[in-house]
């Protein structure tokens, strides 16, 4: 449906936005852009339209390049493209109603026609009761779904979200994902989004890539992301939803070197039909090793449990090769952070 062929953006004033972006986004799917302020996230979604157009690269739309049309051939293309944005856009001037028929107004379309196809759109987007209402008198989620009716009244094929849920509490996010995800299900539209919230990501997204400095360094399912990341980047972004970050005492314990006295301390990634076993209670009963957890968190994610686990392993050296084993040949990973004298 998407894809973005070595797509690199340098401004008039030399700073390089984008450089050597590949990306290809399926029909029907949920896919994300993640990174931090700075990253490029803002200039690469709006290549996909070209409302920013690309130094170099091309941009195909269900095969077809967006550089080499015209402006007129262009204009019929941007019809299929819908686009939200953190700032929702409106027009205070007018209703809720007017501001969702507004992509309609402008082509002219027959006023029942209007009426048509933007009352069910109110009715999707919980809109009805206040049709006849302005901005001002809505809640910045009321906003936001007034930007997605507009969005949705040329019945476009993709659907781009430039932050969209960046200035929302955590409660009006959910129900603006909720929505996307109902949209996405109810009319096979295919979404492209942007954000540095992992959070976002991690409850709507199917695919996702992280961007650093105009460039992706990483590309994978969500899920693999957040089990497996392997840029620092990545790595960085995954820790705000899983609390992987060593508790602060046992920071100041850490050695990075095993003593006589010292045993290890695991990170364990759980996840799929793993994080449903009784993991640690085969380790402790079959093995005879003694686990110590220092920190635990579970997370349902894309309809899979995913997991971080860290604990002290207590065992002498074979009983702690074997253990290790154990976790990886089920599927788990194991990472040794650090040794520590025994913790009570």
């Not at 994300?32 to 070209?50: H, P």
């Not at 006023?111 to 987007?125: G, N, S």
């Not at 009006?172 to 995800?181: P, Q």
């Not at 309809?303 to 154990?326: H, Q, T």
Request: hydrophobic share 40%.
């Amino acid at each position: 449906m998407i894809q973005l062929l070595d797509i690199a953006k340098t401004y008039p004033n030399g700073v390089h936005a984008l450089q050597h972006i590949n990306l290809q986004v399926k029909p029907g799917e949920i896919y994300g852009i993640i990174g931090k302020s700075g990253a490029g996230k803002s200039t690469l979604i709006r290549c996909v339209n070209l409302l920013e157009r690309p130094s170099s690269g091309k941009v195909l739309i269900e095969g077809e390049d967006l550089t080499t049309l015209f402006a007129s051939q262009l204009r019929d293309i941007r019809r299929k493209i819908g686009m939200i944005f953190q700032q929702f856009n409106l027009l205070n001037s007018a209703s809720v109603y007017e501001n969702a028929a507004l992509p309609l107004t402008l082509t002219k379309m027959p006023k029942q026609k209007i009426y048509d196809t933007v009352m069910p759109l109110l009715e999707l987007t919980g809109l009805i009761e206040r049709k006849d209402h302005y901005p001002a008198q809505l809640s910045g989620g009321q906003k936001q779904r007034v930007a997605i009716a507009r969005a949705l009244a040329n019945k476009p094929k993709i659907l781009l979200c430039d932050e969209a849920t960046s200035a929302l509490d955590p409660h009006t996010t959910a129900s603006i994902l909720a929505l996307l995800k109902t949209i996405n299900r109810q009319f096979g539209l295919t979404i492209l989004l942007i954000t540095h919230e992992m959070e976002v990501v991690k409850t709507i997204c199917e695919r996702v890539a992280v961007l650093e400095n105009g460039q992706i360094v990483e590309k994978a399912s969500t899920n693999e992301l957040i089990t497996q990341p392997k840029a620092p980047a990545a790595r960085e972004l995954v820790s705000s939803i899983l609390k992987q970050h060593l508790p602060h005492y046992l920071q100041q314990k850490l050695k990075s070197i095993p003593t006589k006295t010292s045993y290890p301390v695991w990170r364990i990634w759980f996840h799929g039909k793993a994080s449903q076993e009784p993991i640690m209670a085969h380790l402790i009963q079959r093995l005879g090793l003694e686990i110590n957890i220092l920190q635990a968190n579970l997370e349902h994610i894309q309809n899979e449990l995913i997991g971080i686990m860290i604990v002290e392993a207590i065992a002498d050296s074979a009983k702690l090769a074997a253990g290790m084993s154990y976790l990886t040949s089920n599927g788990l990973q194991v990472e040794v952070v650090g040794y520590v004298d025994r913790i009570n």
